[in-house]
T-cell receptor, first 115, second 116 residues
Framework: GAVVSQHPSRVICKSGTSVKIECRSL??????MFWYRQFPKQSLMLMAT?????????EQGVEKDKFLINHASLTLSTLTVTSAHPEDSSFYIC???????????FGSGTRLTVV | GESVGLHLPTLSVQEGDNSIINCAYS??????FIWYKQESGKGPQFIID?????DKRQGQRVTVLLNKTVKHLSLQIAATQPGDSAVYFC???????????????FGQGTILTVHP
């Protein structure tokens, strides 16, 4: 079946630094990927839709200059949290839209802690 | 609308009981619904889906019911096991037909705890 690999699974960074999270579709091409953010004991909130070869579409309230998304190939999308602050600490999850039976496959998530 | 930052409701059951998890969705134009299971520290895992032209779909130990009149979705888990303990989310998609998938919007979610 379709597999989405997300790395790193955990990252701790200092306030003010940038962190890059990768999302790869391993056995299919994904023209569209989605990035979600999840706080403890809350639901997944869609941040942005990443389209290969074009600019990402951000949801209302999400700062595009802070959460940089690059989808340069059909198998890789990256989310860079720039100038991270403690309030950016969260669980970030990517999803790829592909040929999976149900069309959406999720990565295993990245736990970001900003200290 | 989008899911808001509310804390998740909880459901506790005994092993072997049946569980029913409910979800109210927001968009009457949504035409495809999915239930996901999320274990701690992991991404969502597909459980079962249903299209808006159906009102019931069964899988292995799971059944999804859709009531479009009141925009309500439920997930029934038969003979619940400790391994079913997780957070369960419903998700809705609009314009899911053909090759054009819409974006996935998650509902609030429910924490299911199964006691041995």
């Amino acid at each position: 079946g379709a597999v989405v690999s997300q790395h790193p699974s955990r990252v701790i960074c200092k306030s003010g630094t940038s962190v890059k999270i990768e999302c790869r579709s391993l056995d299919f091409q994904a023209t569209t990927m989605f990035w979600y953010r999840q706080f403890p004991k809350q639901s997944l909130m869609l941040m942005a839709t990443s389209n290969e070869g074009s600019k990402a579409t951000y949801e209302q309230g999400v700062e595009k200059d802070k959460f940089l998304i690059n989808h340069a190939s059909l198998t890789l999308s990256t989310l860079t949290v720039t100038s991270a602050h403690p309030e950016d600490s969260s669980f970030y999850i990517c999803s790829a839209r592909g040929p999976a039976p149900r069309g959406y496959t999720f990565g295993s998530g990245t736990r970001l802690t900003v200290v | 609308g989008e899911s808001v930052g509310l804390h998740l409701p909880t459901l506790s059951v005994q092993e072997g009981d049946n569980s029913i998890i409910n979800c109210a969705y927001s968009n009457s134009a949504s035409d495809y619904f999915i239930w996901y299971k999320q274990e701690s520290g992991k991404g969502p895992q597909f459980i079962i889906d249903i299209r808006s032209n159906m009102d019931k779909r069964q899988g292995q130990r799971v059944t999804v019911l859709l009531n479009k009149t009141v925009k309500h979705l439920s997930l029934q888990i038969a003979a619940t096991q400790p391994g079913d303990s997780a957070v369960y989310f419903c998700a809705e998609i609009t314009n899911a037909g053909g090759t054009s998938y819409g974006k996935l919007t998650f509902g609030q979610g429910t924490i299911l705890t199964v006691h041995p």
